[in-house]
């Protein structure tokens, strides 16, 4: 244990991390808008080819979704086990200065001090998740080529991710612990899924396995935590006199309440396709996607 804390806590590395335009692989505000801006390009241009072509069938990929999934799950996981000991690192390293100020753990997880800057063992590993958000925008490219429905809505949630990781190291904005702890170990969990049904092991009862439900259930967790810590953050920046990076939090809000009716948009009209017996499109990323719904579809696995 002792091992896996230096590798993750403690490394001079990761102690001694600062976020610097000058330092930081990615760190740029032009970066940011032409990472952006290529990502929409290839995603829009790779769209078109395959209308002109007329592919409607899914473009075989291989064994790629699934070493997607994997690698997803694995990055996610040391990121959550990373930040998770670097919290509590920073926590036992700063307790004195906290009794001074009378602020408690909890409200350093949701609100940070005034004039905290992108320093240290917690901001390395949002560093680090800023960085898997470029792994996690491949999925755009894997879901055109499969010829999945909502491009568009894809597009702007996964642009939206990684602005609002962006904008966390560079105003060092409050909840950013929280909401990378909570994303990582959801990510754990969904690309697990994938992970597991795409390479064909084995599920309970033996019988055909979905990862939508693990999906949904995994995101509406996401948006009631994130519901509940914005919250925390508004009241804590009223009555304790502020939270560092809190115009950074009011831009984030604004993300996350439009990931949010993209959200539900999705899954009202999911709602009426299935009432009038349409065929639905379980998102279970694996080789093969096994539909759990009775819409009376004749398929009884949809090739992805």
Not at 2 to 26: C, D, K, M, N
Not at 205 to 231: E, T, Y
Request: with cysteine; charged share 15%.
């Amino acid at each position: 244990m002792r091992g896996i804390t230096y590798w993750l806590a403690e490394h001079p590395a990761i102690v001694g991390f600062r976020w610097s335009h000058a330092q930081s692989w990615g760190s740029t505000w032009s970066f940011l808008f032409s990472a952006i801006a290529l990502y929409l390009c290839l995603s829009l241009f790779l769209h078109l080819v395959l209308r002109l072509a007329g592919r409607r069938r899914p473009v075989p990929l291989g064994p790629l979704p699934t070493i997607h999934s994997l690698a997803m799950a694995l990055a996610s996981a040391t990121i959550f086990a990373g930040i998770l000991l670097s919290s509590v690192a920073e926590i036992r390293d700063t307790r004195w200065f906290w009794r001074r100020t009378k602020t408690t753990p909890f409200q350093w997880l949701l609100c940070f001090p005034l004039g905290t800057r992108p320093t240290g063992r917690v901001f390395f590993w949002s560093y680090a998740f800023y960085l898997s958000r470029f792994l996690h925008l491949l999925r755009t490219f894997i879901a055109i080529l499969r010829r999945r429905p909502r491009a568009l809505a894809r597009l702007f949630s996964h642009s939206a991710l990684v602005c609002m990781s962006f904008l966390w190291l560079e105003f060092s904005q409050s909840f950013q612990v929280v909401a990378i702890l909570s994303a990582t170990l959801a990510h754990v969990v969904v690309f697990g899924c994938r992970f597991w049904v795409g390479v064909g092991l084995p599920v309970a009862g033996g019988g055909a396995f979905s990862c939508f439900p693990v999906v949904v259930a995994c995101q509406v967790g996401l948006l009631g935590c994130n519901l509940v810590c914005h919250l925390g953050v508004l009241l804590l920046h009223l009555s304790k006199g502020g939270c560092n990076g809190i115009g950074a939090w009011v831009f984030n809000s604004v993300l996350n309440a439009a990931l949010l009716v993209l959200f539900v948009d999705f899954h009202v009209k999911r709602a009426v396709r299935r009432r009038k017996g349409l065929a639905l499109d379980d998102d279970c990323g694996s080789v093969r996607c096994y539909p759990t719904h009775n819409s009376g579809s004749s398929e009884a696995k949809k090739e992805q």
